[in-house]
Structure formats: C-alpha cells, structure tokens
C-alpha cells in the first residue's frame, strides 16, 4: 500500500479550537517559505507572494514550527479528542 493511501485511511476530528496559529505579519517578512515546503500535509499554500493556512488536515508532525525561522509559527498538541488517529501508526 502506498503512503498516500495509508494517508487517506486516517481519521480527523475537527476541533473548533485552532491548535496552530500563524503570525502573517512575521511571514510577510520571510522570502524562503519553507513552512510550504516541509509541511507533508499541504496546510500552507503560497498565493500571490501571501501563505494561507489550513489546520483542518494538520498530520501533528511539528515540521513547520521546525523550519519556520521568523517564529511565526505557534504549534501546540491538539485537546484531548481531537486531531488525527493513525491507522497504520
């Protein structure tokens, strides 16, 4: 099986309740966008020299507050019950 059919085998449980939040004034300062890059999840998009954001199909793998040299970017564990469920670990 192929990862991105693993992928899709995943359950998400939607909290209302941002677990990420993104400092667009410290991103408007960045030229390398690597929060686009790293992310495996796609949650960041670059659109017209401005990233948007998406936490709904986060994967919780903690790879853009990593990259994200600016500090732009505040990560924190989803609550209880909320985030991904991996069926295959």
Same mark, same amino acid.
């Given at each position: 099986?192929?990862?991105?059919?693993?992928?899709?085998?995943?359950?998400?449980?939607?909290?209302?309740?941002? @677990? /990420? +939040?993104?400092?667009?004034?410290? %991103?408007? $300062? &960045?030229?390398?966008?690597?929060?686009?890059?790293?992310?495996? *999840?796609?949650?960041?998009?670059?659109?017209?020299? @401005? /990233? +948007?954001?998406?936490?709904?199909? %986060?994967? $919780? &793998?903690?790879?853009?507050?990593?990259?994200?040299?600016?500090? *732009?970017?505040?990560?924190?564990?989803?609550?209880?019950?909320?985030?991904?469920?991996?069926?295959?670990?």
């Amino acid at each position: 099986m192929k990862v991105e059919e693993k992928l899709a085998l995943n359950k998400f449980e939607i909290d209302k309740e941002v @677990h /990420i +939040t993104v400092d667009e004034s410290k %991103c408007r $300062e &960045c030229n390398m966008t690597v929060c686009v890059y790293t992310c495996p *999840a796609d949650c960041y998009v670059l659109r017209d020299q @401005h /990233i +948007t954001f998406s936490y709904e199909g %986060c994967l $919780e &793998c903690g790879s853009c507050r990593i990259a994200c040299d600016k500090g *732009a970017i505040k990560w924190v564990n989803p609550r209880g019950g909320f985030g991904i469920s991996y069926q295959f670990g």
